[in-house]
């Protein structure tokens, strides 16, 4: 049985804040060693499903399908600048977003069909974030408290979220490459 890495996101178009924001940080840390996030791959992720048999991916559709049903559109923000697990450990650089309520409820829907096609439910409680950079190694911390004191409360740009994705992801080539399966409209 072949095998595909996938997960369910919602993909991101950055305008012209979010991106200079970026470049700034990116430029700021450019001596650390930060794997940065391509702006084409920037998404939330709401469900991580990991290696998948092929032939389960017809059902796993058919019960997103659903879930975009009963799930409304709604707009949030790309809010803040934070790090996974703690700033003293930095091992994640993010941007979160704000207003999600709508987001989380939709987050819920998807784990709880997902469980009942047999993917574990998470064990951390769910918090959007847009993974921008993988810490493999940072010299000066102290260069990173000061651009999360900058940008910890800034506003970066609203998002209409209409819609999530299914996405394959291919790591083979050294970077992700990640491709849209299917796209999952949500009612209005």
């Known amino acids: 049985m072949k095998k595909k890495r996938l997960f369910i996101a919602i993909k991101i178009i950055p305008i012209r804040k979010l991106n200079e924001a970026y470049s700034d940080i990116k430029n700021e840390l450019k001596i650390e060693k930060i794997r940065w996030v391509n702006?084409?791959?920037?998404?939330?992720?709401?469900?991580f499903l990991g290696d998948t048999d092929e032939n389960?991916?017809?059902?796993?559709?058919?019960s997103l399908n659903k879930v975009s049903k009963v799930n409304k559109k709604s707009n949030v923000s790309?809010?803040?600048?934070?790090?996974?697990?703690?700033?003293?450990r930095p091992r994640v650089i993010w941007l979160g977003m704000k207003d999600y309520d709508s987001i989380k409820l939709l987050n819920n829907d998807i784990e709880q069909s997902m469980r009942l096609l047999g993917f574990e439910k998470n064990d951390y409680e769910f918090k959007p974030h847009l993974?921008?950079?993988?810490?493999?190694?940072?010299?000066?911390?102290?260069?990173?408290?000061?651009?999360?004191?900058?940008y910890k409360s800034t506003y970066f740009q609203s998002l209409e979220v209409?819609?999530?994705?299914l996405f394959e992801s291919d790591l083979s080539s050294g970077k992700p490459v990640y491709t849209i399966i299917e796209k999952f409209n949500l009612s209005n």
């Open 78 to 88: 790309i809010f803040g600048l934070g790090e996974f697990p703690n700033i003293n």
């Open 39 to 47: 702006t084409e791959n920037l998404h939330f992720t709401l469900k």
């Open 162 to 165: 209409d819609e999530f994705q």
């Open 131 to 150: 993974t921008i950079g993988r810490i493999k190694y940072l010299k000066n911390k102290e260069l990173l408290k000061k651009l999360y004191a900058k």
């Open 56 to 62: 389960k991916i017809p059902e796993i559709i058919e």
